[in-house]
């Protein structure tokens, strides 16, 4: 749908033209004119009724963008009243371009994660000691940047208001030629940082479900006295002293929650060009079930295993998020909406240093970011 205001303004310039050519003959035509003007609209009413009956809504391209609200790359672009990282820009180009079209025969058990086995769990970082909150962030093999700026900020401290806090990232098998060169890199880095899960699924964007489920599992298997786990993206901004301080609020319960920013009637995209696009075969449905906002989702510890178990019985799709959602639907669960609901935020448009003393979380356009916010948060002086 191109720009309304171009294609009225447009329309009433040819108008104005054709009517004041009319206008100097007889007022026969001016009649006619306004006939045939008629018959026009009518017509194009016709056309864009039959259009958008036998297309899905969603392929056009306004309400793709309100379709997945605020997922990361492609939600950036769209709302002018935030800045957009480059990062963001490229991401979106080459997701429209080339759309990855999940394959439809998926197995039913893909997302089931026991068929997974570890590589490297770091089995022993839960034995002897017994963390408050257990962050997993899932990231790519390759992005050693992202860890170091996470390990610099919001990992640093493992006491955080006075609870024991623990960051984990979890990867699959990167699909390059290089995959043994990588591997070798990984050793090394799980041997300097003892922070890294990997699983040997193949570590892509459509597979991102199996990602999650097996970070469901590993905490389910390797970390069940936890009191709370979060999935948080490895582009956040987490406020993790404000996390802590809201799981500890009285009221606060300690079994079958979920919490972060609520999704309700998401709308299932089924337009092909779609970054989200998902099959009917895969999910039938036309909007998802309430869900948390991929890029960071809290919960109870019992939980993991309750979303592993389901899980056989869900078929998998590509959506994260929403497949958590399911997992929560068919348990006969409801994410519940955090105390503060304005501290889940998505975009930001600025760095403000009292804004970010009070949130939970916050998007970024890159590590560089993280490590500039973070360390300007923790200087010393009253930040607002
Ligand atoms: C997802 O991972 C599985 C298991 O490693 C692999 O067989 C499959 O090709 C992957 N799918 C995609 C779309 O990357
Ligand atoms: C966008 O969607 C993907 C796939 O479901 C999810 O992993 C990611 O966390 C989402 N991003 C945000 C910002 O929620
Ligand atoms: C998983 O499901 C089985 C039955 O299907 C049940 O007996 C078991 O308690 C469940 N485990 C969890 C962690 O919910």
């Known amino acids: 749908m191109g720009d309304p205001e171009t294609l009225s303004g447009g329309n009433g310039l040819k108008r104005q033209l054709v009517e004041s050519l009319f206008r100097q003959k007889k007022p026969v035509f001016h009649v006619w004119f306004q006939f045939l003007l008629l018959m026009c609209l009518a017509l194009v009413v016709l056309c864009y009724t039959l259009f958008t009956s036998s297309l899905p809504w ?15 790359t492609n939600q950036a672009h769209l709302l002018p009243a935030y800045r957009v990282h480059p990062k963001h820009k490229v991401k979106l180009s080459e997701t ?6 999940p394959p439809t025969g998926t197995q039913y058990h893909q997302a089931y994660a026991p068929n997974y086995h570890f590589i490297m769990d770091n089995t022993e ?5 017994t963390p408050f909150l257990v962050l997993l962030v899932p990231v790519a093999p390759n992005n050693v940047a992202a860890r170091d700026a996470i390990r610099q900020t919001w990992a640093k401290n493992s006491l ?3 609870e024991i806090v623990l960051t984990l990232f979890m990867l699959g098998l ?6 043994e060169q990588v591997q070798e890199k990984l050793k090394l880095e799980n041997l300097q940082h003892h922070d890294l899960i990997q699983s040997n699924f193949m570590d892509t964007y459509l597979n991102l479900t199996i990602k999650t489920m097996v970070i469901m599992d590993w905490l389910a298997t390797h970390c069940p006295t936890a009191a709370y786990a979060m999935k948080v993206d490895s582009d956040m901004f987490l406020n993790i002293d404000n996390l802590v301080i809201m799981l ?13 920013m609520l999704m309700w009637n998401r709308p299932v995209l089924r337009s092909k060009n779609s970054k989200w696009y998902v099959p009917k075969e895969l999910f039938p449905d036309p909007t998802y079930p309430t869900y948390t906002l991929g890029m960071g989702y809290i919960f109870s510890s019992d939980l993991p295993g309750k979303f592993v178990n389901v899980s056989k019985s869900i078929t998998p799709f590509n959506i994260e998020d929403a497949y958590i959602g399911m997992c929560m639907k068919k348990l006969g669960l409801a994410p519940k909406s955090p105390p503060d609901p304005s501290q889940f935020k998505a975009y930001n448009s600025r760095y403000d240093r009292c804004e970010y ?8 356009g890159s590590s560089e970011e993280l490590v500039k916010y973070w360390t300007d948060l ?3 002086g009253p930040p607002c």
């Open 125 to 129: 970082v839960c034995k002897n000691k």
């Open 174 to 179: 990167s699909g390059g030629a290089d995959v």
């Open 96 to 101: 429209t371009k080339s759309p990855t079209v």
């Open 248 to 260: 500890k609020k009285p009221g606060i319960p300690k079994l079958n929650y979920l919490t972060g």
């Open 58 to 72: 969603e392929s056009f391209s306004l309400s793709e963008h309100y379709g997945r609200l605020l997922n990361q």
């Open 378 to 380: 923790k200087k010393p």
């Open 160 to 162: 955080v208001q006075g």
């Open 357 to 364: 003393s009070k949130i939970i979380t916050y998007i970024l």
